[in-house]
């Protein structure tokens, strides 16, 4: 356990991958920061489950591809928690489709939601953690933004940038001893994932060797190692967690 509090600022954390990480992180002593941009049902829910574990939590409704919606977040935080320690890009949208069949505006939708978020977010975390001289940053991303999907173009671009982003930023803000780093997420068992049939499923899972999805706790472990002093040497890296999927 910790000594001392530290805050986790999760972006899409009332379900899912979000959720997973907002729990092993408040249950190891961390101040967890809730976000969703949709479901107030669903956040509450989440607040609710850490209440119940005694975990100190805020919860923030808003859209965070929204620059001055990111503002008001981080004050918020700012008022219940002071800075931010750990910072975990994971609002995400995804499209399936022909790139020729998609609008501008559907194109421009997941950019803002699956990158401009975690660029604005970033943007904000910065300022405490330089001037600390700590922090993490912690992006998560999908093996589709290593190789591409096929009916998955905009959404494989925007975690395509997002992994460039990330390692840019570790050479940008390692000389504060700010480590930045991703997780490649293979296919994991989310809503996101509800989409599949259950003959899609058993095709998919016939591709990964480990013969099954991944589970959001799955991710959640991952990025606690992350975001603790054993991976104190570790930054600026993409880390693929996919059951052996690529």
């Known amino acids: 356990m910790q000594t001392q509090k530290k805050t986790v600022l999760i972006t899409g954390s009332s379900r899912g991958i979000g959720k997973a990480m907002a729990l092993a992180f408040g249950r190891i002593g961390y101040q967890v920061v809730l976000n969703a941009s949709k479901s107030v049902l669903q956040l509450k829910e989440t607040e609710a489950l850490l209440r119940q574990e005694n975990i100190p939590v805020l919860s923030f409704m808003g859209d965070v591809s929204d620059y001055e919606t990111c503002q008001k977040l981080f004050h918020a935080t700012e008022n219940a928690f002071g800075d931010i320690d750990v910072l975990i890009n994971n609002a995400g949208i995804s499209h399936i489709g022909l790139f020729s069949d998609m609008s501008p505006a559907q194109w ?41 999907a096929s009916c998955e173009a905009v959404y494989s671009a925007t975690k395509g940038g997002l992994n460039a982003f990330t390692k840019a930023m570790a050479k940008e803000l390692g000389p504060s001893q700010i480590r930045v780093n991703a997780i490649s997420c293979g296919v994991i068992d989310t809503e996101m994932n509800a989409c599949f049939s259950e003959e ?47």
């Open 108 to 148: 421009k939708r997941l950019l803002a939601v699956n990158l401009e978020s975690a660029l604005n977010c970033t943007h904000l975390a910065i300022p405490a953690m330089v001037r600390k001289k700590e922090g993490v940053i912690l992006n998560i991303s999908s093996i589709w933004g290593e190789v591409g």
């Open 200 to 246: 899609e499923r058993r095709a998919l899972t016939e591709e990964i060797p480990l013969m099954r999805f991944g589970k959001p706790e799955d991710v959640a472990e991952l990025a606690l190692f992350l975001a603790e002093e054993k991976a104190a040497f570790l930054t600026g890296k993409i880390l693929t967690l996919d059951g052996g999927m690529l």
